[in-house]
T-cell receptor
Framework: GAVVSQHPSWVICKSGTSVKIECRSLDFQATTMFWYRQFPKQSLMLMATSNEGSKATYEQGVEKDKFLINHASLTLSTLTVTSAHPEDSSFYIC?????????????FGPGTRLTVT | ELKVEQNPLFLSMQEGKNYTIYCNYSTTSDRLYWYRQDPGKSLESLFVLLSNGAVKQEGRLMASLDTKARLSTLHITAAVHDLSATYFCAVDGGTYKYIFGTGTRLKVLA
């Protein structure tokens, strides 16, 4: 149980284009999902908290107009990187909190590697 | 602002040896998590520690939590090559947000 998927697992896009990453909770409902970014050999940095049916909450320093988050259902959150640039190349990992479980634990997706050329 | 620090950042050890990774955090929290990350992969959950004095063991790894000292340890017993990975602790910073430690890159030498 508690499986989170991400799609795509990797993507290469050209500078200036937008790319959408999906995060799905496969066997549970998640009112809250989180998006993290990880640069090579660094830790995970929380970008934003995604709440079903409401606006995402962004961490300090994260541009909300650049990283668009939509959480339209209890099992799906999307992150759209708009007008991507090479410095946006990173490993993006989502996690989801199971409302039906104890509620405190996050379950992590397999990650999406974004390369912007 | 919650800060989470791990040490050491890098650890190279011989097979069969024991070692401890430390995770210190700056504000009160009763929930701490340990993860393993292999190169190019996402996180694998190792331990969930939910109260002061919690101790959990799985194979050659044992984790403990001292909320009063704001310290968690991950102890490795008789290391084997397969344990080579990066280990992260994460602290629940409130509203279920996780703040990750800096990570400890472990290399076990045969």
């Amino acid at each position: 149980g508690a499986v989170v998927s991400q799609h795509p697992s990797w993507v290469i896009c050209k500078s200036g284009t937008s790319v959408k990453i999906e995060c799905r909770s496969l066997d549970f409902q998640a009112t809250t999902m989180f998006w993290y970014r990880q640069f090579p050999k660094q830790s995970l940095m929380l970008m934003a908290t995604s709440n079903e049916g409401s606006k995402a909450t962004y961490e300090q320093g994260v541009e909300k107009d650049k990283f668009l988050i939509n959480h339209a259902s209890l099992t799906l959150s999307t992150l759209t990187v708009t007008s991507a640039h090479p410095e946006d190349s990173s490993f993006y990992i989502c996690s989801a909190r199971d409302v039906g479980g104890a509620g405190y634990e996050q379950y992590f997706g397999p990650g999406t590697r974004l390369t912007v050329t | 602002e919650l800060k989470v620090e791990q040490n050491p950042l890098f650890l190279s050890m011989q097979e069969g040896k024991n070692y401890t990774i430390y995770c210190n955090y700056s504000t009160t929290s009763d929930r701490l998590y340990w993860y393993r990350q292999d190169p190019g992969k996402s996180l694998e959950s190792l331990f969930v520690l939910l109260s002061n004095g919690a101790v959990k063991q799985e194979g050659r790894l044992m984790a403990s939590l001292d909320t009063k000292a704001r310290l968690s340890t991950l102890h490795i017993t008789a290391a084997v090559h397969d344990l080579s990975a990066t280990y992260f602790c994460a602290v629940d910073g409130g509203t279920y947000k996780y703040i990750f430690g800096t990570g400890t890159r472990l290399k076990v030498l045969a």
